[in-house]
Nanobody, 124 residues
Framework: QVQLVESGGGLVQAGGSLRLSCAAS????????MAWYRQAPGKQRDWVAT????????????NYADSVKGRFTISGDNAKHTVYLQMNNLKPEDTAVYYC?????????????WGQGTQVTVSS
C-alpha cells in the first residue's frame, strides 16, 4: 500500500503562485510515475502533469497538459519521497481540488493510488 498526502493549497489572486507537495509513504518500491490531477466543481478529474521515477537517485521525464505548460513545474525529491507542483501565473480557471497520484507496478500488476486532495482557489 502507498499513502499520499498533499499539502500547499490555498487562496491566491490571479497571477500569483503556489507550491503543492505530495508526500508518499508505505511500500514505495515499484512506483513508476507520480502525477497531479485536478477536479473543478461539476467537472471530471483532469490530468495536469506527470514525472517518471528515474531510479534510485532521481526523478526523470516530465509531461504537462497544454493548459498548464509553461506555468506549472512538476519535480521530485526522491530522498524525501515527495513530489512538488510549482504553479505560477495562476488563473481563475486553475481553481480546483488537486490530487496526487502514484502508479505502482508490482509483480506485473498496476495499482493507482490517490491522495485526499488539496483545494486551490484563484480569485480574479
Amino acid at each position: 500500500q502507498v499513502q499520499l498526502v498533499e499539502s500547499g493549497g490555498g487562496l491566491v489572486q490571479a497571477g500569483g503562485s503556489l507550491r503543492l507537495s505530495c508526500a508518499a509513504s508505505g511500500l514505495l518500491s515499484g512506483i513508476t510515475t507520480m502525477a497531479w490531477y485536478r477536479q473543478a466543481p461539476g467537472k471530471q478529474r483532469d490530468w495536469v502533469a506527470t514525472i517518471s521515477n528515474g531510479g534510485s537517485s532521481n526523478y526523470g521525464n516530465t509531461n504537462y497538459a497544454d493548459s498548464v505548460k509553461g506555468r506549472f513545474t512538476i519535480s521530485g525529491d526522491n530522498a524525501k519521497h515527495t513530489v512538488y507542483l510549482q504553479m505560477n501565473n495562476l488563473k481563475p480557471e486553475d481553481t480546483a481540488v488537486y490530487y496526487c497520484n502514484a502508479l505502482q507496478i508490482r509483480q506485473g500488476i498496476p495499482n493507482n493510488y490517490w491522495g485526499q486532495g488539496t483545494q486551490v482557489t484563484v480569485s480574479s
